[in-house]
């Protein structure tokens, strides 16, 4: 028993050194550490300057600072508002430019030099000083002899960059989100109250506005999205022409012409729509196959139809509204990059990125049977398929991708000779059609 006291203080000494040496290395650790810190903070001291980039977004549950966000950016947006000119500002700013023309006029143009139009600059106020400025001097510079510009022009410009800031704040107005971009709900709310300052829609029906909304939105998604990512950016909005061809329908006094040719207009969304319910045989509210072949002069093939079928998106087989947009806009446009890519993925069978002759003589098979049925000797493919490729020039003599078919400004030829019966016609009898068009041109003139 007195053997084993001295043994249980050893133990007690040995635990006793061992805690104070862990304390003593957290001292010392603790000591080194705010030197290497304190000393890291003095050498770095522009780390303290740097203003911080990364916000989080709040979360769904965060209802307060989401509506702080809200609050904050829609009083962002007043404020960039306020900053525009407006109308009696524009009014003001051509006072000042006309009476600070420099002569000599050049026809009926009215010119300003460098020297008069910074005087302008100084006389038109703060808001207008973003516009006189050496680099916009220079951009609107041509061939004048005295070194000046055309005030018309000028006034042109301001008018433009005004607009499209006004547009881009109408737009961020229904970004929910609030990061520069639009998704169909978003872009679909913009339209539809928009469509009470459009002279043009006036004639509309309100039962009719959803399917109208419908119309323009796809316009915009089939050309802007081509990822199908549900969002358009409000930059590219604002860059492509389909938001003047949508405000081109404030002129009262539109011609017959410019509304056929715009997508965007009542007597074109009404033919669409026609279009679509005329097709409609069973009244469904849904296309069939069969329904959609009667599409245009019904000449579109069944292999053709049956990869609409295959790769778009339907319902029990069917195709809604919207999927029919999509493919109206695909063969109304075979000329442009995202009516091409549609299609291409159609016809890439073997969804390989490329069409090789397999793929090619698929679907040309088809116009073969088809010109049977019409008691027509079908065209050899060898023919066709050399034909093809000596349009395209695709980098692979032996492969086209769809960059190629996009570079050779031949893709609405080759995909029409691939799926509809009479745009292969139409090209096997390009030079009869060219005879005929200058035969009735030459009569007209004998007229």
Not at 401 to 410: E, M, R, T, V, Y
């Amino acid at each position: 028993h007195d053997a084993a006291q001295p043994l249980r203080r050893t133990e007690t000494t040995a635990r006793h050194s061992e805690q104070e040496l862990k304390d003593e290395e957290m001292e010392l650790f603790t000591k080194y550490y705010m030197e290497w810190k304190g000393g890291r903070a003095n050498v770095n001291t522009s780390y303290a300057n740097i203003p911080r980039f990364y916000y989080r977004l709040p979360a769904e549950d965060e209802v307060l600072l989401q509506k702080l966000r809200e609050e904050s950016r829609a009083v962002f947006l007043q404020r960039k508002s306020r900053e525009l000119l407006d109308n009696e500002e524009l009014q003001n700013l051509w006072f000042l430019l006309d009476k600070h023309q420099t002569s000599p006029m050049i026809g009926e143009e009215a010119m300003i030099n460098y020297e008069n139009f910074l005087k302008v600059g100084e006389k038109a106020g703060l808001k207008c000083k973003q516009f006189f400025t050496a680099k916009i001097f220079a951009k609107l510079l041509h061939n004048d002899p005295y070194g000046r510009i055309s005030i018309m022009q000028f006034f042109n410009y301001v008018m433009r960059k005004v607009w499209l800031h006004q547009t881009r704040i109408g737009l961020s107005l229904y970004d929910v989100a609030g990061q520069g971009y639009l998704r169909e709900s978003d872009l679909e709310n913009y339209i539809l109250e928009l469509i009470p300052t459009l002279p043009q829609l006036d004639g509309l029906e309100k039962s009719f506005y959803s399917f109208y909304v419908c119309t323009a939105v796809r316009k915009f998604f089939f050309f802007l999205d081509p990822l199908r990512t549900g969002k358009i950016k409000i930059q590219d909005i604002l860059a492509c022409s389909f938001l003047d061809d949508l405000l081109e329908l404030r002129d009262e006094e539109l011609s017959k012409e410019s509304q056929e040719t715009n997508w965007f207009s009542a007597p074109s969304a009404l033919r669409v729509y026609g279009q679509y319910l005329n097709l409609d045989k069973d009244h469904n509210g849904m296309l069939s196959k069969e329904e959609l072949s009667r599409y245009g002069t019904g000449t579109l093939t069944n292999i053709f139809l049956d990869r609409v079928f295959q790769e778009c998106l339907t319902y029990d087989g069917e195709m809604d509204y919207k999927t029919y947009l999509d493919f109206v806009l695909a063969l109304e446009n075979r000329k442009e990059p995202a009516a091409l890519q549609y299609i291409f993925k159609l016809l890439d069978i073997e969804n390989k990125g490329y069409l090789n002759v397999f793929s090619l003589n698929y679907f040309f098979r088809a116009i073969q049977e088809q010109m049977k049925i019409h008691g027509q000797e079908p065209v050899s493919f060898q023919d066709v398929k050399d034909e093809i490729f000596d349009m395209v020039k695709p980098k692979d003599p032996y492969r086209i991708s769809l960059q190629d078919l996009i570079n050779s400004s031949q893709g609405d030829t080759v995909t029409s000779i691939l799926i509809d019966l009479n745009g292969f016609w139409t090209y096997e009898n390009r030079e009869v059609l060219v005879a005929s068009d200058n035969d009735s041109v030459a009569d007209a003139d004998d007229t």
